[in-house]
């Protein structure tokens, strides 16, 4: 068991019993009290130090090294926090640029055109649907914001970014378009990679990915 586990007050308690260990077995070896003379201060001087030179030297690199830890934990959360903060931004962005082009009826056309070309029953490959999804915007800019909804499940925080972005994204993209293309983007390009499960779908249920699994190669 390694001493970060065992607490504050426990690891004050082991330290506490390392540095009495040695003057306790000097004292019960050679007596301890107040010395007459210049030569038992300094036998005991000499003695004692010997010990506790060591000793305090390990405790000092010991205490140095969880100091250097806790320091690298603290970024670590810190570029974590920071990272979730900028996906959250990028998905408020991203809905809102959505918002945008299902209001305008070109982009809003292009789009149900890219639904229907890339229907779960067509013939085309992986390569055809992106391409497909690359030459539409709103398709492209949905594949990103699934994409990015999928990432933040990891964690509490990030589940919790996931949750608010996904309620504006239905409310800037509608949850039927948002499930049209989440089902078309787990046929053409999620259904074959190995793991691939409800857990990492956002806007799919179970039934509509045994729909999917059917048209599986």
């Known amino acids: ?19 009495s260990m040695p003057l306790a ?10 010395w007459p003379t210049h ?15 060591p000793i305090l030297s390990a405790l000092t690199l010991y205490m140095i090294y969880r100091q250097l830890r806790l320091q690298a934990v603290i970024h670590i959360d810190q570029m974590d926090w920071q990272r979730l903060q900028t996906s959250r931004q990028h998905g408020m962005h991203l809905c809102e640029k959505l918002k945008e082009l299902i209001k305008s009826p070109p982009s809003q056309e292009k789009f149900l ?12 490959s992986k390569d055809e649907y992106l391409e497909l999804v690359g030459k539409d915007e709103t398709s492209m800019l949905l594949h990103q914001l699934i994409t990015l909804l999928r990432k933040l499940r990891h964690c509490e925080t990030g589940k919790e970014i996931r949750y608010n972005l996904k309620g504006l994204a239905l409310a800037s993209v509608g949850a039927e378009n948002l499930n049209g293309f989440e089902v078309r983007m787990c046929r053409w390009h999620d259904i074959e990679h190995e793991g691939f499960s409800k857990d990492l779908c956002v806007f799919t249920d179970q039934s509509d990915l045994d729909f999917v699994a059917q048209f599986k190669t």
Not at 1 to 19: E, H, P, V, W
Not at 39 to 53: F, H, P, T
Not at 119 to 124: Q, Y
């Open 25 to 34: 077995i000097y004292t019960y070896q050679f007596g301890l009290g107040i």
């Open 1 to 19: 068991m390694s001493l970060r586990k065992l607490g504050i007050k426990k690891i004050f308690i082991i330290f506490g019993m390392i540095l």
């Open 39 to 53: 030569d038992d201060w300094a036998k005991m001087g000499s003695a004692l130090g010997g010990i506790y030179a």
């Open 113 to 124: 055109n890219t639904l229907q070309e890339t229907e779960i029953h067509k013939e085309i």
